[in-house]
């Protein structure tokens, strides 16, 4: 396909060239050639090997593990595509690492969501494409054009499809996530339940209160990302405590972290459904209870909508 003022250009960065590639077909655009290594003191070093110019660029690279080296191989890509006439240059980070960062938590702390921002507009990024961003306030944080899609309809295609929605519950694991959860529970018409984390004193484990009576429901655990997996196992523990069926969860971003696949494959979740926008580890693909939906045909769409200036939001009408 070709764009309304150039043709495409797809460059992928080593973060997740499965999803990359995916979004390629999905679009019938082949992956432009380009070479992205690194010398022998681990610097790195970027090549685009075919004609750029006047060309409207997507470059395709999530900040997940490792974060620092993701998100200096997306500006250094940026900067090679600029010095190559690229028209327009679009960022497409379906992960954006960081972005837990997007507010001063004690004195003295940074605010590295915004200048993870900074650092992307000043190297010459022209929109920013993301998926499911841990606050939406972050998209504020760029002072370029940014697009915040939703892995939802994904997600309930995927739960109307394998549950019986009448005896479904939908529970947000924190207080901060009732919004994502209220969300989804809307789009598929079913009642809401909030676990409520608290620590009464240092050193004392967490109690979990459940706010709904999840009695007798198929819980789903909704939020956008897991790491340890520590709180999801909590929250598995409390609804079936006081009397859920089961227990799934229903996540964007599986980041799992350290021994979080372990974690999540001896708890009580019957199953955790990640997307694929970061590339999952051998322990993850190898988690009984763990399971990844792809999001490739999502962001190609996008992708499409955003070369051809129409609208992206109607995807999620």
Same mark, same amino acid.
């Given at each position: 396909?070709?764009?309304?003022?150039?043709?495409?250009?797809?460059?992928?960065?080593?973060?997740?060239?499965a999803l990359a590639q995916a979004i390629a077909q999905g679009l019938d655009v082949p992956l432009t050639k380009a070479v992205v290594r690194r010398f022998a003191d681990?610097?790195?070093?970027?090549? =685009?090997?075919e004609n750029i110019r006047g060309s409207d660029a997507f470059i395709i690279q999530s900040t997940s593990f490792p974060a620092n080296d993701n998100l200096m191989e997306l500006l250094i890509i940026t900067d090679a595509l600029r010095r190559s006439s690229a028209r327009r240059i679009?960022? =497409?980070?379906?992960?954006?690492? $960081?972005?837990?960062?997007?507010?001063?938590?004690? @004195?003295?702390?940074?605010?590295?969501a915004k200048l993870v921002a900074n650092l992307i507009t000043h190297a010459g990024v022209d929109r920013v494409m993301?998926?499911?961003?841990?606050?939406?306030?972050?998209?504020?944080?760029?002072?370029? /054009?940014?697009?915040?899609l939703f892995a939802a309809p994904v997600m309930v295609r995927d739960i109307r499809e394998r549950f019986d929605l009448g005896k479904v519950m939908v529970v947000s694991p924190d207080v901060g996530g009732v919004a994502r959860a209220r969300g989804l529970a809307k789009r598929i018409n079913t009642p809401l339940a909030i676990v409520d984390k608290r620590r009464e004193r240092p050193g004392e484990s967490e109690v979990m209160n459940v706010i709904g &009576?999840?009695?007798? $429901?198929?819980?789903?655990?909704? &939020?956008?990302? =897991?790491?340890?997996?520590?709180?999801?196992v909590n929250a598995a523990d409390a609804l079936i405590a006081k009397g859920a069926k089961e227990v799934y969860a229903y996540i964007t971003h599986g980041v799992l972290s350290g021994g979080a696949a372990a974690r999540i494959a001896g708890s009580k979740l019957k199953e955790l459904v990640i997307t694929d926008s970061i590339l999952a580890t051998e322990a993850v693909t190898k988690a009984p209870n763990i399971?990844?939906? /792809?999001?490739?045909?999502?962001?190609?769409?996008?992708?499409?909508?955003?070369?051809?200036?129409?609208? =992206? @939001?109607?995807?999620? &009408?």
């Open positions: 396909m070709s764009a309304k003022n150039g043709s495409i250009k797809l460059v992928a960065g080593n973060s997740n060239p681990m610097e790195i070093f970027v090549e =685009v090997q679009t960022a =497409v980070i379906p992960y954006f690492g $960081y972005a837990r960062q997007d507010r001063r938590s004690g @004195s003295r702390t940074p605010i590295s993301t998926l499911d961003l841990h606050a939406g306030q972050i998209q504020g944080f760029f002072d370029i /054009p940014t697009d915040n &009576d999840v009695s007798g $429901y198929s819980c789903i655990l909704v &939020d956008d990302i =897991v790491d340890s997996g520590g709180t999801l399971r990844t939906l /792809p999001i490739a045909s999502l962001i190609s769409d996008a992708i499409a909508r955003t070369a051809a200036e129409e609208s =992206v @939001s109607s995807l999620f &009408d």
